[in-house]
């Protein structure tokens, strides 16, 4: 079983930034791939970033590049996204998610343990 707890959201300015948090239980880790998804009221969860087992390859979305990074820490069992340059767009619930593959993953399908959400709000 793997536990996951995001951190890290809030209300922010548009242009600010934020720096999410997702702390995992468990010894394997460093096997897992992680992703970052964000629901939006009213519409799907959708794939912001992820990232493969040895952080290196990653994936993002083409409403987050060159705004947002996804970084992995093994020493601390931790998934970070640093998010840049917030749009009001940007607003939703972001959720972290482990795929016991260690593969990068595309889709909510593609992962097996999910946290609780934090609230992102980004106002214009």
């Known amino acids: 079983q793997v536990q996951l707890v995001e951190s890290g959201g809030g209300l922010v300015q548009a242009g600010g930034s934020l720096r999410l948090s997702c702390a995992a239980s468990?010894?394997?880790?460093?096997?897992?791939?992680m992703g970052w998804f964000r629901q939006a009221p009213g519409k799907e969860r959708d794939i912001v970033a992820s990232?493969?087992?040895?952080?290196?390859?990653?994936y993002y979305a083409d409403s987050v590049k060159g705004r947002f990074t996804i970084s992995r820490d093994g020493a601390k069992n931790t998934v970070y996204l640093q998010m840049n340059s917030l749009k009001p767009e940007d607003t939703a619930v972001y959720y972290c998610?482990?795929?016991?593959?260690?593969?990068?993953?595309?889709?909510?399908?593609?992962?097996?343990?999910w946290g609780q959400g934090t609230q992102v709000t980004v106002s214009s």
């Open positions: 468990g010894r394997t880790f460093s096997r897992y791939g």
């Open positions: 990232i493969n087992w040895s952080g290196g390859g990653t």
């Open positions: 998610a482990a795929a016991l593959s260690g593969r990068l993953g595309y889709a909510p399908e593609s992962y097996d343990y």
